[in-house]
């Protein structure tokens, strides 16, 4: 068997200057604003002036803070609202075009660290799951996970170690929700001598899906940078298109109407029944599949941004699991890691989904733990805290790459340690 260094589980981005013309994503938004409008607790009083004027809200968690992305012609109604902000961004369609500015050196080997120095379009990223297999076609696989609503593949690559696969599976799902270009979850390493990654293969096997909305990401690169859902149509008579595939699993998908949409024009619609996306009919077969085979021993759903790691349940707010404690003390631990290996200290805030961030129905994390018997089971929103948001500089793809591989090697010591006895958290 040849020798590998587990690639370094690493949130990666996906856009390339070469294969996307700046101008053909960022045109929209050139002369856009992005604020971060403070709310100091009195959301609502924020909110209902800015019932006055059109925005695009990126964030949901409200209590802080409002994101707000702002046409040219709301700036002069914005600033006359008189409202406490910050700028993210004074010109998102610059920022856009920045993105895809610096042409990438990657020659389609998978041990180029060029990579990590810009963003990469889709097919680059087939092409790089590719060159993994060939670097070790006995210690892995392509797979696929079903089919986009427009026939593209969810391919992925399972790997395993020493004594061939079929071992306790770690999964990963990347790109959800397709404006999140930096949660691109991919893989890279080789090299021999590695004990810790050599071990965790030795242990588990890893199921890696890097882009489980196609459709939405090349959407993203071509046409409008910003658009979040799936590419499905909507009911009939809507003219709206798309389904959160995060709002689209079965377990607890109609449990709180706070925790998604009925409506197909919002980001959050969770479509019309359970599992009634094409992608996540796929990556939900997927998930049963490993859970009456092997088992799910770990479970990475990958977003940005916000800099959280937050693990069940996310359907209810005071709903807490048996193993909370466990998961809790594991993500402390992710999270220090982190910040000691990050030149900023970069700090992510961790809890239960619901009551650290906002309730969320049918999201992956809690069908991935309840149905699919995972025994850690997380949704890891990376950089940025609000400086940036979406549109993350290709400046800082590498640090988070880099800061994200520190806390993964010490989530995979944690796996099979015991953290507390008894029920409830610690």
Same mark, same amino acid.
């Given at each position: 068997?040849?020798?590998?260094?587990?690639?370094?589980?690493l949130?990666?981005?996906?856009?390339?200057?070469?294969?996307?013309?700046?101008?053909k994503?960022?045109?929209?938004?050139?002369?856009f604003?992005?604020?971060?409008?403070?709310?100091?607790? +009195?959301?609502?009083e924020?909110?209902?002036?800015?019932?006055n004027?059109?925005?695009?809200?990126?964030?949901?968690d409200v209590?802080?803070?409002?994101?707000i992305?702002?046409?040219?012609?709301?700036?002069?109604?914005?600033?006359?609202l008189?409202?406490?902000s910050d700028?993210?961004?004074?010109?998102l369609?610059?920022?856009?075009?920045?993105e895809?500015? +610096?042409?990438?050196?990657?020659?389609?080997?998978?041990?180029?660290?060029?990579?990590?120095?810009s963003?990469?379009d889709y097919?680059d990223h087939i092409?790089?799951?590719?060159?993994?297999?060939?670097?070790?076609?006995?210690?892995?696989?392509i797979?696929?996970?079903?089919?986009?609503?427009?026939?593209?593949?969810?391919?992925g690559i399972?790997?395993?170690g020493?004594g061939?696969?079929g071992?306790?599976?770690?999964?990963y +799902?990347?790109?959800v929700h397709?404006?999140?270009w930096?949660?691109t979850?991919?893989?890279?390493?080789?090299n021999?001598g590695d004990?810790?990654?050599?071990?965790v293969?030795?242990?588990?096997?890893?199921?890696?899906?890097?882009?489980?909305?196609p459709?939405?990401?090349?959407?993203?690169?071509?046409t409008?940078?910003l658009?979040?859902?799936?590419?499905?149509?909507?009911?009939?008579g809507?003219?709206?298109?798309?389904?959160?595939?995060?709002?689209?699993?079965?377990?607890?998908?109609?449990?709180?109407?706070?925790g998604?949409?009925?409506?197909?024009?919002?980001?959050?619609?969770?479509g019309?029944?359970?599992?009634?996306?094409?992608?996540n009919?796929?990556?939900?077969?997927?998930?049963?599949q490993?859970r009456?085979?092997?088992?799910?021993?770990?479970?990475?759903?990958?977003?940005?941004?916000g800099?959280?790691?937050?693990?069940?349940?996310?359907?209810?707010?005071?709903l807490y699991?048996p193993?909370?404690g466990?998961?809790?003390?594991?993500?402390?631990?992710?999270?220090?890691?982190i910040?000691?290996?990050?030149?900023?200290?970069?700090?992510f805030t961790?809890?239960?989904?619901?009551?650290t961030?906002?309730?969320?129905?049918g999201?992956?994390?809690? +069908?991935v733990?309840?149905?699919?018997r995972?025994?850690?089971s997380?949704?890891?929103?990376l950089r940025?805290?609000g400086?940036?948001?979406?549109?993350?500089?290709?400046?800082?793809?590498?640090?988070?790459v880099?800061?994200q591989?520190?806390?993964?090697?010490?989530?995979?010591?944690?796996?099979?340690e015991?953290?507390?006895?008894?029920?409830?958290?610690?």
């Amino acid at each position: 068997m040849r020798s590998l260094r587990l690639v370094s589980i690493l949130a990666v981005g996906a856009v390339s200057a070469s294969a996307i013309p700046a101008t053909k994503v960022s045109l929209p938004y050139d002369g856009f604003k992005v604020f971060r409008v403070k709310t100091h607790a +009195h959301a609502s009083e924020v909110q209902k002036k800015l019932s006055n004027i059109t925005f695009e809200q990126w964030n949901h968690d409200v209590n802080s803070h409002i994101d707000i992305v702002l046409a040219p012609d709301q700036l002069v109604a914005f600033e006359e609202l008189g409202l406490e902000s910050d700028t993210m961004h004074q010109d998102l369609g610059a920022s856009i075009a920045a993105e895809s500015a +610096h042409s990438s050196l990657w020659r389609r080997q998978a041990g180029d660290p060029a990579w990590f120095d810009s963003y990469h379009d889709y097919q680059d990223h087939i092409k790089y799951l590719q060159s993994l297999h060939d670097l070790f076609p006995g210690n892995s696989e392509i797979i696929s996970s079903g089919y986009s609503y427009e026939n593209r593949s969810l391919n992925g690559i399972h790997l395993w170690g020493a004594g061939g696969p079929g071992k306790p599976a770690v999964l990963y +799902h990347g790109t959800v929700h397709a404006r999140e270009w930096i949660s691109t979850a991919l893989v890279t390493g080789y090299n021999a001598g590695d004990n810790d990654t050599r071990s965790v293969l030795d242990k588990y096997d890893f199921y890696i899906i890097p882009v489980v909305n196609p459709d939405g990401f090349v959407y993203t690169q071509t046409t409008q940078r910003l658009w979040r859902k799936n590419r499905q149509p909507g009911p009939n008579g809507s003219t709206c298109y798309g389904r959160d595939i995060n709002r689209n699993w079965e377990f607890a998908w109609d449990a709180n109407p706070q925790g998604a949409s009925t409506n197909p024009c919002s980001q959050t619609y969770k479509g019309e029944q359970p599992s009634d996306s094409p992608e996540n009919k796929g990556l939900d077969k997927l998930v049963r599949q490993l859970r009456d085979g092997p088992g799910i021993k770990l479970y990475i759903d990958w977003h940005s941004y916000g800099q959280y790691i937050l693990s069940p349940f996310g359907y209810k707010e005071t709903l807490y699991a048996p193993e909370l404690g466990k998961w809790t003390k594991a993500a402390q631990m992710v999270s220090d890691a982190i910040r000691d290996s990050s030149s900023d200290l970069t700090t992510f805030t961790f809890g239960p989904s619901g009551a650290t961030l906002y309730p969320t129905t049918g999201a992956a994390p809690d +069908h991935v733990y309840s149905i699919g018997r995972a025994e850690f089971s997380y949704t890891i929103e990376l950089r940025d805290i609000g400086k940036y948001g979406f549109v993350l500089p290709p400046e800082l793809i590498r640090p988070t790459v880099e800061e994200q591989w520190a806390g993964q090697k010490v989530l995979w010591s944690l796996l099979d340690e015991v953290f507390f006895d008894g029920e409830g958290p610690a």
